[in-house]
Structure formats: C-alpha cells, structure tokens
C-alpha cells in the first residue's frame, strides 16, 4: 500500500513539474522578441505562442503594423513558423482585444497551409482589390489588408470582415 502511494506521488508531481514547464526562449527568439512593441509580449506569453510557433525573419520586415480591424488602433501580424511541420503563416494580433489569429502554419488560408513561398509582404491600405484577369472587377477593402507575394503572378490579400480574415486569391 505505501509503494502504490508513493508511487502515485511521484507520478503526480512529476505530472505538475511537467505541466508547468514553460519553454525556454532561443537566443534568436529573444533577440527577434525585443524588436517587437511591448503589448505584443504579453499576449504571446498568455497564449502560449511560443510552445507551438516561432517568430520567423525570412522575410523583410518580419512583422507589420495596421488598423486591420477598424479599431483605430494599430494591431500586428508576425511571420511565423510552426515547431510542428516547419509550415509558415501569419500571426495576426488585434491590440485592443488581444486577440490572435493564425493564417497558414499548418492551417488552411486559401491557397493551402504553408507560405514559405512569400517572398514580399506589406500592408495594403487602398479601399479597393483590382482583379488581374476581369479589369472592371474589383473588391472593397473597409480596412487594411495583407498583402502576400510570390511573384508577379501570385498573390493574396487578408482582410477582416468584422468576424474573421478571409483571403482573395489574385491569379493571372
């Protein structure tokens, strides 16, 4: 009776010891973490971000900044990758909510699960999409938009539609 109680103990704390343990930053984590504005931190941490997700500098600059919901408040979107399948995406957190969307890193956005492909990224802040291949189509933007290239022919725009981000492929 005693070995199964110690035992149960033991198993139980190392239950708790494994559990509690928070992952520990790479030096290149931490350097790219500085970088970042200070209200970004804290929400990465709540999250748990960096369990799963690392903040990639592939690509130049490594996060934006924009009103990408309307708030009047300037939110953020990182590149990431996934410590899972190595699949790049986009992290998109809203300042004033805190909260956090992932495009690809291993989920779905459009145009599959992973933007290792991107090669330039950048706000897109015209209210309006011109569709390459209709000339008089075009979509419009009420906020700031996303914009993913990976070469002249292939491209993606991310914008909110006051519930979640939807993409609009523009292919020749």
Known sequence: MKIKHCLFVVATCLSLCLSAQEHVKTEKEILLEKRIPEWVKPVI???????????????????????????????????????????????????????????????????????????????????????????????TLKYPAIRIVKTDNISAYFYWTGKKYKTYNQLY
Not at 51 to 71: M, R
Not at 92 to 105: M, P, Q, S
Request: hydrophobic letters at 35%; glycine letters at 8%.
């Open 45 to 139: 941490e709540k999250a748990k971000l960096y369990n799963t997700y690392t903040i990639s500098d592939t690509i130049n600059p490594f996060y934006l900044e924009g009103d990408f919901n309307g708030d009047r408040q300037e939110d953020i979107a990182l590149y990431i990758v996934s410590k899972i399948d190595g699949k790049s995406g986009i992290l998109i957190i809203h300042r004033v909510t805190n909260l956090y969307y992932i495009l690809g890193a291993g989920k779905d956005f459009g145009m599959g699960d992973d933007m290792s492909w991107v090669k330039v990224w950048y706000v897109h802040r015209n209210k309006t999409i011109k569709s390459f291949t209709h000339e008089k189509d075009e979509m």
